[in-house]
């Protein structure tokens, strides 16, 4: 018993350097949604709000046919549980997601993307209004409203959002398998 506190302290140590190095890097916190929200600015061109607890939306797409309008960044070990939807206005939600875990999986947060979407906010509330879905902390969202925000990996055929390659490829140095750890030493 006292071997495995060792363990653990000795793990904490270094999740705890580690999260130091990242919080350097992207300039905010090591916590997922940060992380995501960082990824998003880089490859979707987003202008961060200045305040990362901002009420609403994260930020501003600066670039291309989303250009001007606001987005909400959400980043979930699996989207599937459910989205928050918060009752702040923003015209976008970007949802980045790992893998779908089987039914009572332990919950690991690990920073893996599987897939992004990207949500209409006027949109979604009509449907989920429309449904008779309550809209707030881990709201429900069906499977095929998911698939049909699908943005990445490139299995939509009409996303509402078509990538570029450069998009693609950025998004993948996430994904399960394409871990690039040069970095990661020093």
């Known amino acids: 018993m006292t071997d495995e506190l060792h363990q653990l302290a000795a793990l904490l140590r270094d999740r705890d350097a580690l999260d130091a190095r ?3 890097l992207t300039g905010r916190s090591a916590r997922q949604g940060d992380i995501g929200e960082f990824v998003a600015a880089r490859v979707f061109d ?6 990362p607890v901002q009420a609403g939306h994260d930020g501003t797409f600066r670039s291309g046919p989303l250009a ?6 959400k980043t979930y070990g699996d989207a ?9 206005s923003a015209d ?3 949802i980045f997601s790992g893998l779908r875990r089987p039914p009572g999986a332990v919950r690991h947060h690990r920073w893996q993307l599987s897939a992004a979407y ?6 979604l509330r009509e449907t989920l209004t429309g449904r008779g879905v309550k809209i707030g902390t881990a709201t429900s969202i069906r499977t095929a409203d998911l698939e049909a925000a699908r943005i990445f990996p490139d299995t939509n055929p009409y996303p509402p959002l078509r990538l570029t390659a450069e998009q693609v490829a950025l998004l993948s140095l996430f994904a399960e398998g394409s871990r690039d750890t040069s970095s990661l030493a020093g």
């Open 118 to 123: 990207l949500l209409d906010t006027r949109r």
């Open 46 to 51: 987003i202008a961060l709000a200045a305040n």
């Open 80 to 88: 599937f549980d459910g989205i928050d939807i918060s009752p702040h």
């Open 92 to 94: 976008f939600y970007l």
């Open 68 to 73: 001007g309008r606001t987005v909400n960044v």
């Open 22 to 24: 990242i919080a350097r």
